[in-house]
């Protein structure tokens, strides 16, 4: 098979050699016509006509058309897209059917291409038109990044404050807001700079195509102060007293601390931040307060709170005192004045001891708890009422006890005892008078 292809070799590239001469020779001397296509913008003309009606306008479809033209063979090399012109005139806006039609030159290698051999697809394009809106929109400024621990920003100037915004009704009522963005990361001193405005939606995501809005100032101006930060502590002053039968159990609160910033000079000066009595009184309280207070009204001139957390909530804890009744059982509590030449003995193995407090605390209460003392102290012979010592604590006071008795008797020396006392006696007495004598 390779000896049939390398067979008289060079015969067979001279043939193609003459072929393709012979082929160049005919073209050469016929120069055929044959037809091309270039795709071609189409520019727009007396704009100035609708926005003098104050109208916008917006092209329907694709803002290109293919140009057909016809061409000798030998120039078809020479043509391009840039040879042609189209274009619509706004002048010829068709109300109706916002129809206009496409013209077409032939701008360059006229000699090559002739007007008459030029068509383009489509005809026309079809216009949409709608009223221009103008409206005023305030400037926002959006910093991006965080300032160095222990800074925060401060006032933010931007100049100018508003801005005009001006394009179809569709395309401005997408907009709730304009704003500029910088960077702050990092920052430890104040920031100056300019930034092109931006449109937000209501979400405040930024709306990246609105091709017929512009905007009257293209560049603002800000200056984004930045402060030293301070952790300062706040002091409840609580003022007042509750109603009867209720007690103050304290305070909670959302901060214990505010973050301020402000001049270093204004910022050394501020130890702590002191909520007055006026704001926190429990004068009659019968119940717990709770109270929102803005503490910046109690910071001085030129320090701010930190963000967005100017308000603290402070809860008053007020709640009314209850009484239960234990049982207590007087075996084996604690003696106290016990005389040795006496014995004590009960009417009752127990009583009912009465306490007031918090509901929580004598819900957890014991009786054993009570660590109750039985006083015998200035008891004599008989029936003497009972007396117990309970000592009140900070969750309980004792109201009341039930009565009870405590019998005294005294105590009856043994016999042998007392003969042999009467002896001494009398074996002194004779002694003495002995002596006497």
């Known amino acids: 098979m390779k000896k049939k292809i390398t067979n008289n070799l060079g015969l067979k590239l001279l043939s193609l050699f003459l072929a393709f001469f012979l082929w160049l020779l005919v073209v050469n001397i016929s120069n055929p016509i044959i037809s091309g296509t270039e795709e071609v913008p189409v520019e727009i003309k007396n704009e100035g006509v609708l926005t003098a009606a104050g109208l916008a306008y917006e092209i329907v479809g694709k803002s290109t058309v293919t140009v057909n033209y016809r061409v000798h063979i030998l120039d078809e090399y020479k043509i391009s897209s840039s040879d042609f012109k189209a274009y619509i005139d706004l002048e010829n806006l068709y109300d109706v059917t916002g129809a206009v039609p496409v013209e077409v030159e032939v701008v360059s290698h006229k000699t090559e291409l002739s007007s008459s051999s030029v068509e383009i697809t489509p ?26 621990t222990g800074y925060d920003l401060g006032d933010l100037k931007i100049t100018p404050e508003y801005v ?46 609105l091709s017929r809005v512009t905007v009257d100032i293209e560049e603002i101006t800000y200056e984004q102060s930045v402060l030293k930060v301070k952790s300062v502590p706040v002091i409840f002053n609580v003022g007042g007293t509750v109603a009867s039968e209720y007690e103050y159990l304290g305070l909670e609160t959302s901060a214990q601390s505010i973050s301020v910033v402000g001049e270093s000079s204004l910022l050394q000066s501020l130890t702590a931040i002191n909520i007055p009595e006026s704001e926190l009184s429990i004068e009659g309280a019968t119940g717990t307060k709770s109270l929102t207070i803005d503490v910046t009204k109690y910071l001085p001139e030129g320090v701010d709170v930190v963000g967005n957390n100017k308000n603290i909530t402070v809860k008053l804890k007020v709640e009314p005192l209850v009484t239960r009744t234990l049982t207590l059982n007087l075996k084996g509590l604690p003696e106290t004045g016990r005389e040795d030449d006496y014995k004590y003995s009960l009417n009752s193995d127990s009583v009912e001891v009465t306490v007031k407090g918090l509901e929580e605390a004598l819900n957890n209460l014991d009786a054993d708890q009570l660590e109750a003392e039985i006083s015998l102290a200035g008891m004599i012979p008989g029936e003497n009422p009972g007396v117990l010592n309970i000592e009140d604590t900070d969750t309980y006071r004792v109201i009341s006890y039930t009565p009870f008795t405590v019998t005294v008797t005294e105590t009856v020396a043994p016999v042998s005892a007392g003969a042999d006392n009467v002896a001494e006696k009398e074996e002194t007495e004779t002694h003495s008078s002995e002596t006497t004598e």
């Open 123 to 148: 005809g026309v394009i079809h216009v949409n038109t709608e009223e221009l809106q103008r409206k005023s929109f305030a400037v926002q400024g959006k910093p991006v990044g965080i300032p160095k």
């Open 164 to 209: 005009y915004v001006r394009g179809p009704v569709s395309q401005v009522g997408q907009i709730s807001y304009v704003g500029i963005e910088f960077d702050v990361e990092g920052a430890t001193a104040d920031i100056t700079g300019t930034a092109s405005p931006q449109f937000y939606d209501a979400n405040g995501n930024k709306i990246e195509e």
